[in-house]
């Protein structure tokens, strides 16, 4: 508890740089026609506590998680019962459970609140407090990923780092270095490690910092359509292989090709058990191999007596992932070890639906395989609800259980991103159509001008796996419901004009924040002498959207959020029109003149070009009327 808190107050500081930084990444550019993929990245701390449950004095316990440390939230509160847990352990307040072969393994709570009740149990139950908070951040994919760990370095808790990119990102996970220069997808490397330490596939990374040490991880990526992979797809495991590798030898495996099927890897388990002291050296290399179990012990076998002198003996097991075409199962023992080879393919399959994916399970499609499965990964912004199996039971508010099935046993996990159903073991098979309840959050995407004011009417056209339109509200905010993984393209067209065009590429559970190049112009109409008009018809057109205003007591007309372009603006009044072109690129205020020298009543406006032309007319005639008269001449007549 001491460390919990001084790991909160050290972190306070380093939590507001953090919080700067995710509303800088929440601001998108406006003309981002190249899809941007992201990484997620979720820091995982992790606090346990063993306790012993009571219900011989209380007949109902009610648990609580810790308050989550600064920039953290809680990711989940789980009681995982150790033994096998009494029947009379019943959950009452909860949100997810976990079964083992129908017997409750552990509780969890997503608010931070458990409360069991005992339905006649008096004894003491012994049971882990395990408590989750999470911070996540969005990081652009290029070729390589850098994650620091160093701020958790001294605190004292568990720090896990959980890479996630989507399935159908052009990105494949390609190596993964730690702090100390170490690859840490090499075998020799992971055979330095406990089993769960590191864990990889193409999609995802996930370690331990605490364990393997704390500072600068990175992860170099594949890239290329090629390393795209389905959201809903059928797994099947192939018919395995029990095979034994002779001592100092290797053995290649290649994946062959299923007609129909995509290449997936190998599931590789070996063990061996012999007499001697303990020695496992034994591994299995690929493209891109994980080993995620690993047991071992001494052991010795002794009777009554001496008669038979006691034998040391040791086994031990190990199992790897092996992504990829190929796999090498190398033997350095001096003795045969054993292997179990089981081959992995997928296809995709299932139709998205604005409630859920619907997929149909076909006896045929399976029949060579030992066991398939129905996986289904999401992004961030789906969360998986429940799975109803074809004969219309739902399985629904449980984490993951294993249960008895039609003489055999099946498998299911349900998380908030993935989840996976068997749909066949053995010769136990459920065919038909299954249902995987989906809720999505929509893909919300704010429009403001570069003063932050919502821009409201913005049309926004959606192409992609679906296709959609929508019109951002008085708030600036359009809202976008997706229910199908993919890229997306977004064009946003605001009074004639393309505003925005992007690509998203991921669909992240941040608000879109879309900055437009829209802009004021303000037009103010005068008269010839420079007085302004009132009641003037002012009219802007960029060809492909008009508007009408009319100029204010001070002539004025404010024309907001206006796009980028070149408008012509005309101002009528009464029978008189003038017009002018006007390019827009910011803020701008321009005088338009009428050349409108005064207004007769019952008469209507006079252009000074009008007075001057009748004047000049008026002048003309003038001259001409009173042009003066030449002397007359008079003869003097003499009469004599």
Same mark, same amino acid.
């Given at each position: 508890?001491?460390?919990?808190?001084?790991?909160?107050?050290?972190?306070?500081?380093?939590?507001?740089?953090?919080?700067?930084l995710?509303?800088?990444?929440?601001?998108?550019?406006?003309?981002?026609?190249t899809?941007?993929?992201?990484?997620?990245?979720?820091?995982?701390?992790?606090?346990?506590?063993?306790?012993?449950?009571?219900?011989?004095?209380?007949? +109902?316990?009610?648990?609580?998680?810790?308050?989550? @440390?600064?920039?953290?939230?809680?990711?989940?509160?789980?009681?995982?019962?150790?033994?096998?847990? *009494?029947?009379?352990?019943?959950?009452?307040?909860?949100?997810?459970?976990?079964?083992?072969?129908?017997?409750?393994?552990?509780?969890?709570?997503?608010?931070g609140?458990?409360?069991l009740g005992?339905?006649?149990?008096?004894?003491?139950?012994?049971a882990?407090?395990?408590?989750?908070?999470?911070?996540?951040?969005?990081? @652009?994919?290029?070729?390589?990923?850098?994650?620091?760990?160093?701020?958790?370095?001294?605190?004292?808790?568990q720090?896990?780092?959980?890479?996630?990119?989507?399935?159908?990102? *052009?990105? /494949?996970?390609?190596?993964?270095?730690?702090?100390? %220069?170490?690859?840490? =997808?090499?075998?020799?490397?992971?055979?330095k490690?406990?089993?769960?330490? #590191?864990?990889?596939? @193409?999609?995802?990374?996930?370690?331990?910092?605490?364990?393997?040490?704390f500072?600068?991880?990175?992860?170099?990526?594949?890239v290329?359509?090629?390393?795209?992979?389905?959201?809903?797809?059928?797994? +099947?495991?192939?018919?395995?292989?029990?095979?034994?590798?002779?001592?100092?030898?290797?053995?290649?495996?290649?994946?062959?090709?299923? /007609?129909?099927?995509?290449?997936?890897?190998?599931?590789?388990?070996?063990?061996?058990?012999?007499?001697?002291?303990?020695?496992?050296?034994a591994?299995?290399?690929?493209a891109?191999?994980?080993?995620?179990?690993?047991?071992?012990?001494?052991?010795?076998?002794?009777?009554?007596?001496?008669?038979?002198?006691?034998?040391?003996? !040791?086994?031990?097991?190990?199992?790897?992932?092996?992504?990829? !075409?190929?796999?090498?199962?190398?033997? !350095? &023992? $001096?003795?045969?070890?054993?292997?179990i080879?089981?081959?992995?393919?997928?296809?995709?399959?299932?139709?998205?639906?604005?409630?859920?994916?619907?997929? =149909? +399970?076909?006896?045929?499609?399976?029949?060579?395989?030992?066991?398939?499965?129905?996986?289904?990964?999401?992004?961030?912004?789906?969360?998986?609800?429940?799975i109803?199996? @074809?004969?219309?039971?739902?399985?629904?508010?449980? &984490?993951?259980?294993?249960? !008895?099935?039609?003489?055999?046993?099946?498998?299911?996990?349900?998380?908030?991103?993935?989840?996976?159903?068997?749909?066949?073991?053995?010769?136990?098979?459920?065919?038909?159509?299954?249902?995987? &309840?989906?809720?999505?959050?929509?893909?919300?995407?704010?429009? =403001?001008?570069?003063?932050?004011?919502?821009? *409201?009417?913005?049309?926004?056209?959606?192409?992609?796996?679906?296709?959609?339109?929508v019109?951002? %509200?008085?708030?600036?905010?359009?809202?976008?419901?997706v229910? =199908?993984?993919?890229?997306?393209?977004?064009?946003?067209?605001?009074?004639?004009?393309?505003?925005?065009?992007?690509?998203?590429?991921?669909?992240?559970?941040?608000?879109?924040?879309?900055?437009?190049?829209?802009?004021?112009?303000?037009?103010?109409?005068?008269?010839?002498?420079g007085?302004?008009?009132?009641?003037?018809?002012?009219?802007?057109?960029?060809?492909?959207?008009?508007?009408?205003?009319?100029?204010?007591?001070? $002539?004025?007309?404010? #024309?907001?959020?206006?796009?980028?372009?070149v408008?012509?603006?005309t101002?009528?009044?009464?029978?008189?029109?003038?017009?002018?072109?006007?390019?827009?690129?910011?803020?701008?205020?321009?005088?338009?003149?009428?050349?409108?020298?005064?207004?007769?009543?019952?008469?209507?406006?006079?252009?000074?070009?009008?007075?001057?032309?009748?004047?000049?007319?008026? /002048?003309?005639?003038?001259?001409? #009327?009173?042009?003066?008269?030449?002397?007359?001449?008079?003869?003097?007549?003499?009469?004599?």
């Amino acid at each position: 508890m001491f460390e919990y808190l001084t790991y909160m107050r050290r972190l306070i500081v380093s939590v507001l740089l953090v919080i700067l930084l995710s509303s800088v990444a929440a601001t998108i550019l406006a003309a981002e026609t190249t899809p941007v993929f992201y990484a997620r990245v979720d820091y995982l701390l992790r606090t346990e506590e063993n306790v012993e449950l009571d219900f011989g004095s209380k007949s +109902i316990i009610k648990l609580s998680s810790y308050a989550a @440390p600064p920039g953290f939230t809680l990711e989940s509160f789980t009681v995982v019962f150790e033994g096998k847990t *009494p029947a009379q352990v019943i959950p009452i307040e909860y949100d997810k459970i976990s079964k083992n072969m129908d017997v409750l393994a552990s509780v969890t709570s997503f608010s931070g609140e458990i409360t069991l009740g005992s339905n006649g149990y008096n004894g003491t139950v012994k049971a882990k407090l395990v408590t989750v908070f999470k911070r996540s951040s969005w990081v @652009p994919l290029q070729d390589n990923l850098t994650i620091d760990t160093s701020e958790f370095k001294d605190t004292g808790l568990q720090v896990v780092v959980k890479v996630t990119i989507d399935n159908y990102a *052009p990105y /494949a996970v390609k190596s993964v270095t730690d702090p100390k %220069g170490n690859e840490l =997808t090499s075998l020799s490397m992971q055979d330095k490690l406990p089993a769960g330490a #590191f864990k990889v596939d @193409p999609k995802h990374v996930e370690f331990d910092a605490t364990t393997i040490g704390f500072g600068k991880y990175k992860i170099a990526f594949n890239v290329g359509d090629d390393y795209k992979l389905p959201n809903s797809f059928l797994v +099947i495991e192939d018919r395995y292989m029990e095979v034994t590798i002779p001592a100092k030898t290797s053995k290649n495996y290649m994946l062959k090709s299923k /007609a129909g099927w995509n290449t997936l890897g190998f599931i590789i388990v070996l063990y061996s058990v012999t007499p001697g002291p303990l020695s496992s050296d034994a591994r299995v290399t690929g493209a891109l191999v994980d080993k995620a179990f690993e047991r071992s012990e001494e052991f010795e076998i002794r009777g009554a007596s001496l008669l038979i002198p006691p034998l040391l003996m !040791n086994y031990w097991i190990k199992a790897f992932l092996v992504y990829g !075409n190929s796999a090498v199962i190398s033997n !350095n &023992e $001096g003795h045969d070890i054993q292997a179990i080879v089981i081959p992995i393919y997928y296809r995709q399959i299932g139709t998205w639906t604005p409630k859920g994916l619907v997929a =149909t +399970i076909n006896k045929k499609d399976v029949a060579d395989a030992y066991s398939a499965y129905l996986v289904v990964q999401v992004p961030t912004i789906a969360t998986i609800q429940s799975i109803t199996l @074809p004969g219309g039971q739902k399985i629904e508010g449980v &984490e993951s259980f294993t249960s !008895n099935w039609l003489g055999t046993w099946r498998s299911a996990v349900i998380e908030k991103t993935e989840a996976s159903i068997q749909v066949k073991n053995g010769d136990s098979i459920e065919e038909g159509d299954y249902f995987v &309840e989906i809720s999505w959050k929509p893909v919300k995407m704010i429009f =403001t001008d570069p003063k932050g004011n919502p821009v *409201p009417g913005v049309q926004v056209s959606v192409e992609g796996p679906q296709t959609a339109q929508v019109v951002s %509200g008085v708030d600036g905010v359009a809202s976008i419901n997706v229910y =199908t993984p993919g890229v997306y393209s977004i064009r946003a067209n605001f009074k004639g004009s393309t505003i925005a065009a992007l690509t998203l590429g991921t669909l992240i559970d941040t608000d879109f924040n879309i900055e437009c190049k829209v802009y004021r112009l303000t037009v103010n109409v005068k008269n010839a002498l420079g007085n302004p008009i009132a009641g003037a018809s002012v009219t802007i057109t960029n060809g492909n959207y008009t508007q009408t205003l009319e100029s204010d007591s001070s $002539g004025s007309v404010v #024309f907001n959020q206006m796009p980028v372009g070149v408008y012509t603006v005309t101002a009528q009044y009464k029978r008189i029109t003038s017009s002018m072109k006007v390019t827009l690129d910011g803020d701008k205020n321009v005088d338009i003149n009428t050349g409108i020298l005064f207004d007769i009543p019952f008469v209507g406006p006079v252009t000074a070009m009008e007075v001057a032309a009748v004047s000049a007319a008026a /002048a003309v005639t003038s001259a001409l #009327f009173f042009r003066p008269r030449k002397e007359e001449e008079v003869a003097e007549i003499e009469i004599g």
